[in-house]
């Protein structure tokens, strides 16, 4: 069971990664609806080439954990640190889930664009089952 829900979770995260890299590469695919915007529709904040790419190696990261953890990937370090780090990763994906309470999260108040509506049908629960896995994940092994 464990091995199955770590695969699905190691899938999810280098699919986001991967999707990250092709932002930072210049793809624009579903690239409109990802990013938050206020009332008016403007962005509210403008990505920079090299945060996307940061953000690409934190998912890639996370995947290396999470195989590492499960034993799929051999680590240099003694497995109670990455116990920790898949709370850590727990915790991220929670505070994700939570939101700011205006644009984005489970909480939001504003949730009449393109991305809100996404960030309330895919990317908020997405985010919820990254936090729960993880954390049962680093419960259960």
């Not at 991967?18 to 206020?38: E, L």
């Not at 664009?113 to 919820?128: E, M, V």
Request: proline residues 3%; contains cysteine; positive net charge.
């Amino acid at each position: 069971m464990e091995f199955i829900l770590s695969f699905i979770v190691t899938i999810a995260l280098f699919s986001l990664a991967f999707i990250h890299f092709f932002w930072a590469m210049g793809g624009k695919w579903a690239i409109n609806a990802a990013i938050p915007t206020d009332l008016n529709g403007r962005k509210l904040f403008n990505p920079s080439r090299q945060g996307t790419i940061f953000v690409g190696f934190g998912l890639l990261l996370f995947a290396l954990i999470n195989l590492g953890f499960m034993g799929s990937l051999a680590m240099p370090f003694d497995s109670i640190y990455l116990r920790y780090c898949m709370y850590g990763i727990a915790v991220i994906f929670f505070l994700r889930f939570i939101g700011e309470f205006k644009y984005v999260g489970a909480f939001k108040k504003f949730k009449q664009s393109a991305f809100a509506s996404r960030d309330s049908y895919i990317y908020s629960p997405l985010s919820l089952f990254l936090s729960l896995s993880h954390m049962a994940l680093a419960a259960l092994v």
